[in-house]
């Protein structure tokens, strides 16, 4: 991992991803982690967390905040938060680090402080690290798309809700059941489905956008996933479906080891305005074609009109959309790896549903 200081920090807990993707301990208390250039690692957790980190992290050198005398340090300052700041200084300076390089989120306290001391670098090497996942990573990602395949079916199948409510509900439950947790899951329609994210609320008309994202409960990695409920006939919103159904199609088949990222979206882009499907005054194909996952809904790289390389190992998503206020929304969506000859479909599913 290239950074540009001595040490590379991150103060942070499981629920940061760079935190978790860096260390694999899962904790809701804040920990310090730091990397040097010739590669040491140190993990500092608090003295409770001590013994499960030194079972479940992937960091070898782990230490507790009690026995670097952060204790004292509260007792010197009278103010947690400085006693904090301290204890990362005293670390660093240990280490002998003359610069440190630090991610835009870190707490402004912790930085100002920092920066006294420090040449100071804002950077995070971690996300382009990310942006390529290792073959167990995809095999995580496959896991959990496998079960979001699995509870969408499920809902298939059982399909007699008569609010957006009873959708949302019923497929969140569901998916905790068979071990994952899923938050916010849009069920959305009528009208209400011409805002991409609208989560969906009232009764469940012509058709639904149901839009399922779900994190494994043991590995924390995520899959996403959309379709469109047909319920009963509605030409217009059929056609537009039509239209993004043959649009991702197309993206799919052209992602590659190499293609970049602006050739996709425009693609989709060309194949929407092929049906007059205009895109103006915050209607039509108003967001990305897609964007990575992992650990994170949403990661490197973006699938739009940046000149981003996709690269083989790359998980990303691929969702045209189409969106009018007098008619509704429609998207389709699936989680793919990209490979060296295409890619790969993880959340493999038909698209045309209706109930």
């Known amino acids: 991992m290239q950074f540009a200081s001595d040490c590379f920090l991150i103060v942070g807990d ?69 006693a904090f700041s301290e204890l990362i200084i005293q670390i660093l300076k240990e280490c002998r680090a003359r610069s440190v390089s630090i991610p835009h989120e870190t707490p402004a306290f912790l930085a100002f402080k920092l920066k006294e001391e420090f040449d100071l670098n804002f950077e995070n090497p971690v996300k382009a690290r990310r942006v ?24 298939m199948r059982n399909f007699n809700f008569k609010r957006c409510e009873e959708v949302r509900n019923a497929i969140e439950l569901k998916l905790y059941e068979i071990g994952c947790i899923a938050e916010n899951t849009i069920a959305s329609s009528g009208k209400l489905s011409a805002d991409p994210h609208a989560l969906g609320s009232g009764d469940v008309e012509d058709h639904v956008v149901l839009d399922v994202f779900p994190r494994s409960r043991e590995t924390l990695y995520y899959a996403d996933f959309t379709r469109v409920l047909l319920l009963n006939k509605n030409e217009k919103i059929e056609e537009m479906y039509r239209a993004v159904v043959e ?93 060296k000859s295409g890619c790969e479909v993880l959340t493999n599913y038909k698209k045309w549903i209706k109930v």
Not at 133 to 154: C, G, L, M, P, Y
Request: glycine fraction near 6%; hydrophobic fraction near 35%; proline fraction near 2%.
């Open 14 to 82: 499981a629920r940061n991803a760079d935190f978790y993707y860096l260390t694999k301990f899962r904790t809701t208390n804040p920990c310090i982690y730091l990397i040097c250039k010739d590669g040491t690692e140190l993990l500092v957790v608090p003295s409770m967390e001590l013994r499960r980190a030194e079972r479940e992290s992937k960091v070898k050198e782990i230490a507790c905040y009690e026995e670097l005398g952060y204790k004292e340090l509260i007792e010197k300052t009278k103010d947690r938060r400085l």
């Open 132 to 155: 390529v996942k290792s073959a167990q990573e995809i095999e995580n990602i496959k896991e959990v798309a496998r079960i979001t395949v699995e509870a969408f079916d499920w809902l």
């Open 247 to 339: 649009a991702q199609e197309k993206a799919i088949s052209i992602i590659k080891d190499g293609i970049l990222a602006n050739e996709v979206h425009a693609e989709v882009k060309s194949i929407l305005e092929g049906y007059g499907f205009k895109s103006k005054n915050s209607e039509g194909f108003i967001h990305s074609t897609g964007h990575g996952i992992g650990l994170e809904i949403h990661e490197e790289p973006r699938i739009s009109d940046e000149k981003v390389e996709l690269k083989a190992g790359m998980v990303i998503t691929v969702e045209p959309g189409l969106y009018y206020k007098d008619v509704g929304g429609v998207r389709v969506e699936d989680t793919v790896v990209v490979t």
